[in-house]
């Protein structure tokens, strides 16, 4: 799966960090068959520039290259040899005798302008390309009029003709070569690396070409879109850098004039420029300073004799980006964060297991980024809506618990959500009602802007306490408060302690406010408090559109009761005898609780016992 756009970049270097780790764990030898006679720098020095050669000294090289088992000439004879009128003659005999050599064709980017004369040259050139038989895989087209062959003689004489031009990736680096295109009639034009390896093999290419790539003798070499996956295993022939490859087999072009027949017996001889200055630069993974003759080897080596690499079939390229997504769209969606990341965490490496296995032992080339992209782009993509969720729950928590507990409270409440237990539980709890007395004529008295103001300054003292003792703000009751005192606190927690104190500390705060309204001449407050504690249902109760965090049951009852009987017995505040067992080793001695005999409960069938608290002198408390 070849693939472009955000992914493209870090797809190659991901799958070229690979190569140079194969190239350095498993290095492949490069193939002793091949070799390139090269036109270096020792070439340069005994014969000069290119452009001054006579083309009789390439025919006198190919006399040398006759044991040769096929020979590539990676140079353009496009046009008449200038320098010697016999060149051409003495080139073509040399290609005829030898009867295994292909030279190169060019392929421009863009058309050309034809005179009449050079059109009908390359029409009656195309007559030396095969023509594909039977059906063929989809290959690119190639306009016929991009190309540029061989004068006629040198194309007539030679075995075969294949185009020097191949396409980079992006970046400029070489590893997709396209080796095969087609003309809209149907003719086939290789890559001239392809069209050696037919010669080596003794195979016309017309019947190398089948519908899912090139056989030779058997051997099967998958093509994608005319395209060959390459496995980089060559760097420049006489480069002494460190790093992962091979280098390229080379023989200098004047050595090669002088070397006896029998050194080139078997092998596949590639003649081509490498010499400083030259413009044929043809990087791969390995070697970014690779020549075009050197390229043209290695992909003659991966036709010829490495084990074939192809892209990774599309359908389970697919299914991995497919469970890259998915995966963490599940997991996290169905549980625990915790464990979504851990199921996360195995997927990934299990994904990444997959392509690894697939490139070192099934030599299939996965498009990586995507898979990595798409498992953590559903993955950010999960944690954000997982952290907008769970913030619309905190927010949600805060303000349903805002206006009944202390800030600090709420804040562990949204750390930790299961102490609320919203859903609603059955648990101990202390229950404080508070109420002010006569507070009805006063009202009546009153003007109602003066009462409000005068109530906001009561409840805010009011709540204050409840807040600094640990309780839970339950409601307000017109002027009555509700507390609760155990949901929020510790499991070893004294409810009724706490409930006593905040009673203790109501009085008290009511006590300073009183001093302060008879100084602005406002009328002061007296209250009744009644606590009781017990078991008691607690929970958010209420409709779709109004919850509350509140406690039902027959303790909220009784207390409710008691705060009324205060009035009765001319008592601040009055507790129940569970109260009072269970309040007394919390508070030991900063408060006394004095009996105040038995009251008759409505719906109770006994008279309970009730106990009025009273500060006590000795101050000492103890939690």
Same mark, same amino acid.
């Given at each position: ?21 194969? $190239?350095? =764990? ?45 020979? $590539? ?56 390309? /095969?023509? $594909? ?43 997709? /070569? ?21 010669? $080596? ?19 099967? %070499? ?38 006896? /027949? ?58 991995? %980006? ?38 070192? !032992? ?7 980024? &995507? ?13 954000? *809506? ?26 562990? %409440? ?33 003007? &109602? ?55 203790? !500390? ?12 008879? =100084? ?27 919850? *509350? ?11 409710? =009761? ?9 008592a601040a505040v009055i507790v129940s005898r569970e109260v009072r067992d269970e309040a007394e080793t919390g508070l030991r001695d900063s408060a006394e609780f004095v009996p105040r005999g038995d009251v008759n409960v409505r719906g109770r069938a ?15 408390? !103890?939690?």
């Open positions: 799966m070849r693939i472009s756009g955000i992914t493209d970049g870090a797809n190659r270097w991901l799958t070229d960090a690979h190569w140079r780790w194969h $190239a350095t =764990r498993q290095p492949t030898a490069f193939p002793k068959d091949i070799l390139v006679v090269a036109i270096d720098d020792k070439t340069v020095k005994a014969f000069g520039r290119l452009r001054y050669w006579s083309r009789g000294r390439y025919a006198t090289l190919l006399d040398r290259l006759r044991e040769a088992r096929a020979v $590539a000439l990676d140079i353009l004879f496009t046009e008449a040899d200038e320098r010697d009128p016999e060149g051409d003659a003495k080139l073509a005999r040399a290609l005829r005798a030898n009867g295994r050599a292909v030279l190169a064709c060019y392929e421009w980017r863009e058309p050309r302008v034809y005179s009449d004369e050079e059109g009908k040259r390359l029409l009656a050139s195309l007559k030396r390309f /095969p023509r $594909a038989m039977g059906r063929i895989q989809n290959l690119p087209i190639l306009p016929f009029y991009v190309l540029e062959t061989p004068v006629p003689a040198l194309m007539e004489s030679a075995a075969a003709t294949g185009t020097a031009s191949v396409d980079a990736d992006p970046d400029g680096v070489y590893r997709y /070569p396209v080796i095969l295109k087609v003309t809209q009639g149907r003719t086939l034009v290789p890559h001239i690396s392809l069209a050696v390896a037919c010669a $080596a093999e003794g195979v016309p290419l017309e019947k190398a070409v089948g519908p899912s790539g090139i056989s030779f003798r058997g051997r099967r %070499i998958p093509l994608e879109d005319g395209a060959l996956a390459l496995e980089p295993i060559a760097k420049r022939g006489g480069s002494y850098l460190p790093g992962p490859g091979e280098r390229v087999r080379t023989m200098s072009f004047v050595d090669a004039l002088r070397a006896p /027949p029998e050194r080139f017996r078997g092998k596949i001889v590639l003649i081509g420029e490498t010499a400083s200055g030259t413009a044929d630069v043809r990087p791969n993974p390995l070697d970014n300073g690779l020549r075009g003759v050197e390229l043209n080897a290695e992909i003659l080596a991966n036709l010829m004799y490495l084990k074939p690499v192809r892209p990774i079939p599309l359908g389970a390229q697919w299914a991995l %980006i497919i469970a890259a997504v998915a995966a963490p769209l599940v997991l996290y969606e169905r549980l625990r964060p915790r464990a979504a990341n851990l199921g996360a965490v195995v997927v990934l490496i299990a994904l990444i297991g997959a392509m690894e296995i697939a490139f070192w !032992e099934l030599r299939m080339i996965p498009s990586w980024s &995507p898979v990595i992209v798409g498992f953590f782009g559903a993955t950010l993509l999960m944690a954000a *809506q997982r952290y907008a969720q769970e913030e619309a729950v905190k927010q949600n928590l805060r303000r349903s618990f805002s206006i009944y507990v202390a800030p600090e409270l709420v804040e562990a %409440i949204v750390v930790n959500p299961g102490i609320a237990q919203q859903e609603g539980t059955r648990r101990r709890v202390a229950v404080l009602f508070s109420d002010v007395r006569g507070f009805t004529p006063y009202c009546e008295q009153q003007e &109602p802007e003066f009462v409000v103001r005068q109530m906001r300054e009561y409840l805010e003292e009011m709540t204050a306490a409840v807040d600094e003792n640990g309780g839970v703000l339950d409601k307000f009751i017109g002027d009555g408060v509700m507390a609760l005192f155990g949901p929020f606190l510790p499991k070893t927690a004294n409810a009724s302690a706490h409930a006593a104190r905040c009673a203790l !500390e109501m009085l008290d705060r009511l006590e300073r406010l009183n001093a302060r309204w008879s =100084r602005t001449g406002m009328p002061p407050f007296r209250i009744g408090i009644g606590i009781h504690v017990g078991e008691a249902i607690v929970g958010n109760i209420g409709a779709s559109r109004r919850m *509350q965090y509140t406690a039902l049951g027959d303790t909220v009852n009784l207390a409710s =009761r008691l705060q009324e009987f205060t009035k009765e017995l001319s006994h008279p309970a016992p009730v106990y009025e608290i009273r500060r006590s002198p000795q101050q000492g408390v !103890e939690e």
